[in-house]
Every structure is written in C-alpha cells, then in structure tokens.
C-alpha cells in the first residue's frame, strides 16, 4: 500500500529526527542533531537511488543493495518481478523453439510474410520446394519470387480463400498448391504443398476412365452390328421370330452403355481441359429456342414450357460445354416432372452477371440428398433413374463444365412440388447488346 509505506517512512524519519533532537539537546544543539540525522536518511536515500539507477541500466551485472525498509520492499519487489519476468521470458524462448522445430518438421512448407509481402521466415521445407536461401532471400518480396502467372494473381486479388496451383520455378515437374492465411497486423502465413503425387494420381484416373470407355466402344459396336442383323431377321419370318422382345431389350441396354460412354469420356474431357479465361461469344438466345424445340420432342407433349429469355444477352464460353449445360438440365426437368407439369426455362442478366434456371413442378429432391447429387452415379432413386435413361453423370458434368465458366450451380428443391437449378455466371462471361460486326452488317 503506497499511503501505508509512506505513513511508515515518516514515523521512522520523525523518530528519527526526535532522537537527533534529543541526542543534540544534550550539548545544547537540538536542531543541529535534527538536522544531521535527517541529513544522513537523506544521503541514505540518495544512495539507494544511485543504487537503483545503475541496477536498472544493467540488472545483470549490478547487484541490489541488501537493506531494510521501505527501500528494501521496493528492492524485494523489483527482484521478484523480475525472476517473474525471466521464467516468462524462459516459457516464450522455450515455445518459440518448439514452434520453430515443429514448423521445421513439417513437410509443407512455410513462409512468414510482412505487411509488404516480404519475407520474414521460412521453414527448411519452403526452402527446399522454393528454392529460398538463407539469409539472402529475407525481405524480399514473395511475388519477385514466384513468378507464375497464377501465383501472382492470385496474391494481388487478396482472396485467400481458396488454394492456388503453380509450376515450381525450380523444377517444373513439381506441381505447388500455395495458400495464403492472413493473421494479427498485416501479416500473412503461406503454405506450400507439393502435389505432384496427387496430380499425377488425378491424372492416371482421369486417364484410365477415358481410355477404358473408349476401348468400349469397339465391342458395342460389333454388338450394335449383329444386333442390326438379328433385328432385321427377327422382324420378318425368319428363324429369330420369337426374339423380337428380347433382341429389343439388347438393343434398349446397348443404347444405355452408349449413352453411359459417351458421358463418361464427356467428364473426362472436362475434367482435363484447362480453363480457358474467355471463349467465344455464344448466341445463347437461339441455343435455348433448339433446346426448347429438342425438349418438347422427348417430352412428348407431356409437359407445358415456359420460356422467358433476354433475347439480346449473350455469354463467354464453349458451345458444346454450355448446350450440355442446358440439355441436362432441361432433360433432367423432363425425367423427373410428371406429364401435365410446367417447365420454366429462363435466362436473364443483372448486375451480378448471367443467370439461366429450370424450374419444374415435378417430384423434387429431400433436403439431404441436394448436396449430393452432383457426384458421378449418384441417385435419389436408382430404380426411377435408370428405367427413364438416366446415365447417373448429367449433374457432374453440369458442375464441371460450369467451372470451366467460373460459374456457379444452386439447388431449390422440395419434394412432391419441383425444384429449381439455376447456374449463375460472372458479369465479365456475360455480353448485352448486338455485336460489332452485326452492327455493322445491319448499317450495310
Ligand atoms: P440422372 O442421369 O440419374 O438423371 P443426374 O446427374 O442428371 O443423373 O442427376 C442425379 C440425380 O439427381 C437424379 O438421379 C435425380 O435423382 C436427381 N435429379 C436431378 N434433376 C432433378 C429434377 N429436376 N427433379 C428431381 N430430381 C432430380
């Protein structure tokens, strides 16, 4: 308690005083004898300060003063904060340390950046996958570094929510993923993995699913070929008369496993091909007039259409990427909508780009299976599935070929009253007004 110490101090010096008084009033000098004893706690106290001073400019080498009183609380106190402070000091050292070996460890590597994105540390591992040296690369900034086009990118936009890959400059057999994690005053953490592995891995199954489905194509071709021939004897009087149901039943799977391969080499395309920023500009207006007229010749006249489409807006990208787009969509509303429901089929632009949707007022999709079925071969219903053609990939592809336009699939559904898929594309994939050449060809 400071009041306390003080109060104390001044007992003990007026004590003091008096006894230097009475001492002094002996030879007949009292105020001389105050005055010497206060003057001595004066020099006394003048000496622990000194004392003080140069143990707080070099703690280590000056020892405290070992004395009692007010000043030998301070000191004690001073001592103890201060051993308080080392045995901090030590559990920081101590798990800085273990941070650092642990990072060493780690087969990722690791890159401390500053609020420049110059690098403060780095880990063994960053070192070996980029090629950073000790101590010369320290302050540098990253994008100097790693100059793939990709990286360079992707550290300028500042969106660090997802990963980045790039060919190490280093080896260009080595594939990195980067990720960026940005923490406390500007600083950013940078991960990198090397992925070779997995990519060659991708690679090899993405290979093999499109090797194997093209190698099946030649048998279902020798099938599809006696199957003409048998087909044609069983038609007329000959000796297959009676196979007639079963040849079309060969004839109705052999159809299936065609469809079943042509999508599975249409997902391995996509899923191989790298994404090209912009591609043509395409007439999306009169795609969605032939898809209509294609959707109303499988639906049979079961279902009514609707169609609202902006007739002057036009999208970035791949035809054939972005016709299957729309024929699994609008096929899969077809599947799985009852005859006598209503398909709405619409494409329209605002400010957050272009949108297309297909809505239908047919059976739905319960809530749990909605994330799920955009992976290959799954179904809500197999059996309903299969009997109405259905390959199990519509709704991958759907996926793969709108990332391939950086775009986007969302899923309403509710069963037993229709659902709604609607793929929204960025606003620089999409293009309003007519073009410059037609422009043009109608001034002519
Ligand atoms: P499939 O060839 O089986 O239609 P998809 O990948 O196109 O494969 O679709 C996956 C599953 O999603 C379908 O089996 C079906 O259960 C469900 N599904 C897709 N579209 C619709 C829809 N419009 N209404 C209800 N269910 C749908």
């Known amino acids: 308690m400071p009041s306390q110490a ?8 007026t004590l003091w005083a008096l006894l230097g008084g009475l001492v002094g009033s002996r030879f007949g000098f009292a105020w001389l004898g105050v005055s010497v004893v206060l003057a001595f706690r004066l020099i006394l ?16 080498q000056v020892a405290l003063p070992i004395v009692g009183g007010t000043w030998g609380e301070a000191f004690d106190g001073l001592l103890t904060l201060q051993k308080r402070n080392r045995k ?42 980029l090629g950073l040296r000790l101590p010369q690369d320290l302050g540098l900034r990253v994008p100097n570094l790693v100059r793939a086009p990709s990286f360079t990118e992707y550290f300028g936009k500042g969106d660090y929510s997802s990963d980045v890959e790039a060919v190490s400059a280093i080896n ?4 990195l993923a980067f990720r960026i994690i940005p923490y406390g005053n500007g600083q950013r953490l940078m991960i990198v993995r090397d ?25 279902l071709t020798v099938l599809r070929g006696y199957l003409d021939v048998m087909e044609a004897d069983a038609r007329g009087e000959g000796a297959l008369k009676a196979w007639h149901t079963p040849l079309a039943e060969m004839r109705s799977q052999a159809t299936r496993m065609e469809m079943l391969i042509a999508d599975m080499l249409k997902l391995a395309r996509l899923e191989s091909d790298v994404v090209l920023s912009r591609q043509d500009l395409l007439d999306v207006p009169r795609m969605l007039a032939q898809s209509l007229e294609e959707a109303k010749a499988v639906s049979k006249n079961a279902h009514r259409f609707e169609f609202e489409v902006q007739s002057d807006l036009r999208l970035f990208g791949r035809d054939t990427e ?24 619409r494409w329209w632009g605002d400010d957050k780009g272009a949108h297309f949707s297909v809505a239908d007022t047919g059976i739905g999709i319960a809530e749990k299976d909605i994330p799920r079925i955009t992976e290959r071969f799954y179904r809500v219903d197999v059996g309903r599935s299969r009997a109405s053609g259905g390959t199990g990939l519509g709704l991958s ?46 001034a002519h």
């Open 6 to 13: 003080l109060s104390r101090e001044l007992i003990r010096a």
């Open 45 to 60: 106290h003048l000496r622990n300060l000194s004392a003080l001073r140069a143990w707080l400019s070099s703690p280590k």
């Open 88 to 129: 901090r000091k030590k559990k920081l050292a101590a798990i800085l340390a273990e941070f650092q070996a642990s990072t060493e460890a780690l087969p990722d590597g690791a890159v401390v950046l500053g609020p420049n994105g110059e690098i403060v540390w780095f880990n063994a591992a960053a070192q070996a996958l």
């Open 172 to 175: 260009p057999q080595i594939i």
């Open 195 to 219: 992925i070779s592995e997995l990519k060659r891995m991708e690679m090899a199954r993405r290979d093999f699913v499109a090797n194997a489905s093209h190698e099946l194509r030649t048998p």
């Open 322 to 345: 972005v016709q299957s787009i729309f024929t699994n969509l609008i096929g899969n509303a077809i599947q799985y909508t009852p005859a006598g429901g209503i398909i709405r089929v």
């Open 397 to 442: 592809i759907v996926k793969h070929a709108l990332e391939h336009h950086e775009g986007r699939l969302t899923v309403e559904s509710e069963p037993g009253v229709g659902s709604t898929f609607a793929c929204h594309f960025p606003p620089h994939r999409a293009h309003r007004g007519a073009l410059r050449n037609e422009l043009r060809a109608q």
